[in-house]
């Protein structure tokens, strides 16, 4: 069973930046393609970046392409996520997904239902 633990969240000004960092254990992390998703009250999660489990290929969503930048690093079982020109749309509870994708070396993927591991989520809040 895979067991995500994000860390990094805070209160930032606007303009600020953050980098958010989500942990992995129970299963082997080079098997795993991993997302970034968002969840601001009275809205869907949504998906803010994605990242193939090679590392080699990544999706951005729109309102973040420019400002923030998904990374892992496999040899440490760790997915970041680089957040900067920060502006209050960017608050929300910001989560870590995972599906196993061992078959699919560069493959990312987009959508929620196709993931199968979440972290608990950590609370990003933007002060302008």
């Known amino acids: 069973q895979v067991q995500l633990v994000e860390s990094g969240g805070g209160l930032v000004q606007a303009g600020g930046s953050l980098r958010l960092s989500c942990a992995a254990s129970?299963?082997?992390?080079?098997?795993?393609?991993m997302g970034w998703f968002r969840q601001a009250p009275g809205k869907e999660r949504e998906l803010v970046a994605a990242?193939?489990?090679?590392?080699?290929?990544?999706y951005y969503g729109d309102s973040v392409k420019g400002r923030f930048t998904i990374s892992r690093d496999n040899a440490k079982n760790t997915l970041y996520l680089q957040m900067n020109s920060l502006n209050s749309e960017d608050t929300a509870v910001y989560y870590c997904?995972?599906?196993?994708?061992?078959?699919?070396?560069?493959?990312?993927?987009?959508?929620?239902?196709?993931?199968?591991?979440w972290g608990q989520g950590t609370q990003v809040t933007v002060s302008s």
């Open positions: 990242i193939s489990r090679s590392g080699i290929s990544t």
């Open positions: 129970g299963l082997t992390f080079s098997n795993l393609a």
């Open positions: 997904a995972a599906k196993l994708a061992w078959y699919k070396s560069n493959a990312y993927y987009t959508q929620t239902r196709e993931y199968g591991y």
